[in-house]
């Protein structure tokens, strides 16, 4: 079945409701055993303009396709950032936690650059809100599942963390060979498995997350 494009409907419901901004938010690299967790943010305005043509969730999207749309994302956003929480964070305060430092670290990024956190409304992927938690003095956030399939700014951040991430495992690759993450990007494939077998854990996996064989 073919899946609908994301509109800005519930954007624009936002907007309408008295939010000046809407910051699209979600993570990418959550289930990945090694690596970081990222989070993408997408801020639009009320004027904004219709998403790059075939923008979807980063999940519907071939990796050439993601490397396409990842800077048109960014231009079609007023502002966009991209907050990392690393595999040593995720093993000391857990997935949860991390994704929430990840979150504020994003929304630091966009408040230097200029962007009004306060007025905005902060769209979150999925059923829970992890970020409120991480903030002292946090912007309204409004969860919804499946937003990165449905909701324009949360497809853009989820291409724009997406892209950032894979290019992150990328060179993790070229300093830890071996396990395969230009291919599988940290995550638990049965040859990842095996590598790690084999090799043991690097600095960069998620101890935590592993195969008991694996230490």
């Known amino acids: 079945m073919a899946v609908a494009d994301p509109t800005l409907a519930v954007e624009r419901a936002l907007h309408r409701d008295g939010a000046r901004f809407v910051i699209g938010c979600d993570e990418v690299g959550r289930g990945a055993i090694a690596g970081p967790v990222a989070v993408g943010l997408s801020l639009v305005a009320a004027g904004v303009g219709e998403h790059p043509a075939g923008l979807r969730d980063s999940k519907l999207l071939s990796e050439k396709r993601r ?120 995550y638990g494939s049965t040859e990842h498995f095996a590598a790690i077998d084999a090799l043991g854990p690097s600095d960069v996996h998620r101890r935590t997350w592993l195969h008991p064989k694996a230490g």
């Open 67 to 186: 490397e396409e749309l990842s800077p048109l994302a960014a231009d079609w956003s007023l502002h966009s950032a991209v907050g990392l929480a690393t595999a040593e964070e995720v093993d000391t305060v857990g997935i949860m936690a991390a994704l929430g430092l990840a979150g504020l670290r994003a929304l630091t990024q966009l408040h230097e650059q200029g962007a009004r956190i306060h007025e905005s409304v902060v769209l979150l992927d999925g059923a829970h809100d992890w970020l409120t938690p991480a903030l002292s003095k946090p912007p309204r956030v409004q969860t919804q599942v499946k937003a990165d399939r449905d909701c324009a700014s949360v497809a853009a951040a989820s291409v724009i963390a997406k892209v950032h991430r894979d290019r992150i495992m990328r060179e993790l690759d070229a300093v830890f060979p071996g396990y395969g993450w230009a291919g599988n990007k940290g």
